[in-house]
Each structure stands twice: as structure tokens, then as C-alpha cells.
């Protein structure tokens, strides 16, 4: 039986699909069999993000209802044959499933694939419900900011009451220059308030944006940071002991050459 | 005069990150009691129980919530006593 992991926030735009996206690949870069969920019916992304747009045939609504079965929706990625796609239904919302059929759903893929990542839409309704009742473990993605945060601690909540213990925090976009001068909150500010455990940090990168305009995730890139970032999450994940990489504000000349020659 | 000049350099006396942390406390304080209904019926069972050892009180009438001012949360109990338990000793 493989794990099933949700990617959850509460907020929008914190980077949900750009975190499944890339620790489902960094899975299958280490030889893992793999399916990601998109599990935002009426808003699906993950396929754009992974760059599988012009393949979708059928979604996780005609698996549901049967007008397909689970393998004929399953979408092989472009570059790793151990990844594949389920996509989320775009002309549909989010009460086309229930959380019964979700976990049912999962429960089948967990005994074909070693790892499940679920992609959560934004919000706390239907789409939320459905997307942790079949998960094992969540993670929550957060960003340094008051909002997002408070989301975070609202998610936390209610995975709780929902008998999903110990979630994970990856705190994402991280700024070091803003960290340094005292404008962001830093890691430990942020876990100090919410209490959990965390999984990673991802320092705030352009190229995360350059590989989503290619549908490309950055994970696969052997040097931008924030792939180093995810690397190592998906490292932790499997249980091995890496510690939190530095984030340092890079605000000299030579530290940007370090960034280039990445040493 | 040195206030001045740490603005000039755009340094203000107190860190963004300190105020957004410090208000994240503060909301997340009123978050957490109000989304879960049973919080605040689960401390006033507890306190009722703890109290009642020592004195008889109205539990009718007992009233329990957060009082909100802009910098701090305070939990406010209004518990009318009706008698006191004679003879009950702190160390039994």
C-alpha cells in the first residue's frame, strides 16, 4: 500500500500545485511510482503546471461516475514513466464527487502507485473535504505572511477534527533579504505560532515561474535553490534526516556568482 | 533626534515581522476559541467542577467568554458564589 498525502493551505495562491507538482516529481526522480490528483474540480491547474494540458482525455469526474476506468485517466508524464496524472474535471464543481468516492478513489490508486499526492483547491467546503478524506498525511504549504498563516492555523483546525493528526508546514516564498532586515517572519516565528512540525522551506525563486511558463517542474533543474528546497523535502519524506538548507539574504556581488555556480 | 535619523534610514523602531507576529497571536486567539464551540462549554464543565469543590455556585447564571481590547485577550468569568464549603482545605 502506497501513502496518500494531501497538499493543503486554506489560502489561494500560496503554491499548492507548484508543491505537488514538484515533490511528485522528485518522487519519480528517485525512481518511485507516483500519481498526483488534481482534486480542484471547475479550477484544474496541476495539469498546466506539469505541462500533460493536451493529453487529458478523461478526469477524475468520468472515473467517478464510471464513464471511464481509473488506468484510461491516468496520464503518463512527458519526461518520467513512473509519474502520471490524474486530472480534475474543468466544466464541473466541486459536489460532482463525495468524500466516500474520493477515499475509494485513492484507496484503488494506493495499491498500483507508491506515492499519492492529492492537490486541495483553495477554501475550507466541499472541495477540501473531498480532497483529505482520502489522505493518510497532509502537508500544509504556507507563506510568511499574516494571511496565509492564519489560514494555515484554520486548516490545521480542521484536519484535526477531521482525525488527520500531525500535519506537516512547508513554508514557501521565502525572502531572505526581507527576513534579514526584519520584514518578513522568519521560520521560527511562524512555527512558534502554529505549533507543527515542519517539512521544508522553499526561498522565494524566479525560476519556479520560468518552469511553470514551460510546464516543467523546477525540481527536475539541478541548480535553482528552490529545487534544491524540494529535493530535499521529498528526502525527508522517505526519512531521511537533511538539514533545513540555508537561506541567506544575497545581497553582494559575489554571493549572486555563488547563486550561479551554485557552491 | 535619533528617532529621525533611524527613519532616515529607513529603519522604523519596530520590525514589520513584530507587529505581523504579534498580531497573528492576537487573531489567531479569537480564531481558535470561535471555530470550535466546544472550547468554551469544555473550560466552563472544567471550571465549574474545579470551583464547586470550594463553593457552591450559580451555574445558571455563570457566564464565561474573551474580552477583545486592541493589544491583548482576556478571559473574563462572571461566577456568582452562592455559599462557601466550610472546612475545605487546600492540601487534601
Known sequence: MGDVIVITSGKGGVGKTTTTANIGTGFALMGKKVVLIDADIGLRNLDVVMGLENRIVYDLV???????????????????????????????????????????????????????????????EQGFKNAISGASQAIIVTTPEVSAVRDAD???????????????????????????????????????????????????????????????????????????????????????????????????FFSRLKKVFNF | MFDLIQRLFGRDSTCSKDVAKERLRLVLVHDRVNTSPQFLEGLKDDMIKVISTYMDINEDTMEVHFAHTEDSVALIANIPVNNMKRGKRLAE
Not at chain 1, 95 to 113: G, H, I, R, S, W
Not at chain 1, 217 to 233: D, E, F, R
Open chain 1, 62 to 124: 468520468d472515473v467517478v461516475e464510471g464513464n471511464c476506468r481509473l488506468k484510461q485517466a491516468l496520464i503518463r508524464d512527458k519526461r518520467y514513466d513512473s509519474l502520471y496524472l490524474l486530472p480534475a474535471a474543468q466544466t464541473r464543481d466541486k459536489n460532482a464527487v463525495n468524500p466516500e468516492q474520493m477515499k475509494q478513489l485513492c484507496t484503488e490508486l494506493a495499491q498500483d502507485f507508491d506515492i499519492v499526492i492529492i492537490d486541495c483547491p483553495a477554501g475550507i
Open chain 1, 154 to 252: 484554520r486548516i490545521i483546525g480542521l484536519l484535526e477534527s477531521e482525525g488527520k493528526h500531525n500535519p506537516k508546514l512547508i513554508i514557501n516564498r521565502i525572502r531572505p533579504n526581507m527576513v534579514k532586515k526584519g520584514d518578513m517572519m522568519d521560520i521560527d516565528d511562524i512555527i512558534e505560532i502554529l505549533a507543527i512540525d515542519l517539512l521544508g522551506i522553499i526561498p522565494d525563486d524566479d525560476y519556479i515561474i520560468i518552469s511553470t511558463n514551460r510546464g516543467e517542474p523546477a525540481v527536475a533543474n539541478p541548480v535553482s535553490a528552490a529545487s534544491t528546497a524540494y529535493k530535499n523535502i521529498v528526502r525527508r519524506l522517505t526519512g531521511e534526516n537533511v538539514p533545513l538548507m540555508k537561506i541567506e539574504a544575497n545581497d553582494g
